[in-house]
């Protein structure tokens, strides 16, 4: 049984999103030590894989990691792995970024992507990968959220994820449905003796 669950990440507004995902109580890692484990993976599960893996080597935990990024179809999959990174700064630079790419673009088509790496240590390491389609607006709405949440506009809505509010989009976000695909066999694991 899992009784502790370490969450192998430094931003705390994906630490709120994945205690509400999970629905459980998380140790976040900055609280376990100063780490950071440098993003050298080609792909967002092998990303995710090195986060769990080095943090559930230094804790000794159980640990879940992710690893997401906004693909966007007319930039060729861009800013995809380099999300977080594509441009220095805070979240508006990168969205600023973003716009300016897409200005006179009438395709918006988009999807955020994300891998979920569980690693329990000297047992094993599941990983799962999650999507949730949508467009990116012409121009950012809504204090919700973080990242490209207010430029992006799930399939189905008229709102970006920051003016759905936190309980919306924690139930149908790329991290949500990485999480389902993985939630069979996490409960497995809570209930064996």
């Known amino acids: ?7 192998a990440t430094t931003n705390k507004g994906k ?3 994945f205690e509400f995902i999970t629905g459980r109580k998380l140790i976040f890692a900055p609280e376990i030590a100063d780490l950071i484990v440098e993003e050298t993976g080609k792909t967002y599960s092998e990303n995710a894989m090195l986060k769990a893996k080095t943090w ?3 804790s000794g935990l159980p640990c ?16 995809g792995l380099y999300s977080a990174r594509i441009v220095p700064g805070k979240d508006e630079n990168k969205i600023s970024w973003l716009l300016s790419k897409l200005e006179g ?6 999807r955020f992507v994300a891998s979920l790496a569980l690693c329990v240590p000297d047992e094993f ?6 999507f949730c389609y949508g467009k990116i607006s012409e121009t950012p709405k809504g204090l919700g959220g973080f990242g490209y949440d207010p ?25 949500a449905n990485a999480f389902r695909k993985m939630k069979k066999f996490f409960d497995t694991l809570n209930n064996r003796s």
């Open 56 to 58: 559930a080597e230094k």
């Open 1 to 7: 049984m899992i009784k502790e669950l370490l969450l």
């Open 151 to 175: 430029v992006f506009i799930p399939d189905g809505y008229e709102k970006t994820f920051a003016e759905l509010g936190f309980e919306i989009k924690n139930s149908i976000s790329h991290r």
């Open 125 to 130: 390491i599941l990983i799962c990968e999650g």
């Open 64 to 79: 879940l990691a992710d690893d997401s990024g906004l693909e966007v179809e007319a930039l060729d999959g861009a800013p």
């Open 15 to 17: 630490y709120k999103e």
């Open 105 to 110: 673009n009438k395709n918006r088509n988009a």
